[in-house]
């Protein structure tokens, strides 16, 4: 994982709890934004992607068509 001479173990503490509220907050973001309008279908009812990389279709229209049809998603972690 991380070599502990140049990364601490209280530097890779606290990175750990970064991401975890930067997630949560995207996660927040995300379904404020779901809940905006009505979803157009429930065929992504019960399925979550999660995206670390480049996509095609890109990183908005993924969140988009996740949010527009029930889905959950979820950045990288």
Do not use: C, W
């Not at 991401?19 to 019960?46: T, V, W």
């Amino acid at each position: 994982m991380f070599d502990t001479i140049t990364h601490p173990p209280h530097t890779l503490h606290a990175t750990h709890r970064y991401m975890q509220l930067k997630n949560a907050k995207l996660r927040e973001q995300y379904e404020a934004h779901s809940f905006q309008s009505a979803p157009h279908s429930n065929i992504f009812q019960e399925v979550s992607i999660f995206v670390n990389g480049y996509t095609q279709p890109t990183h908005a229209e993924l969140r988009q068509l996740m949010a527009m049809h029930g889905g959950k998603f979820e950045a990288s972690r």
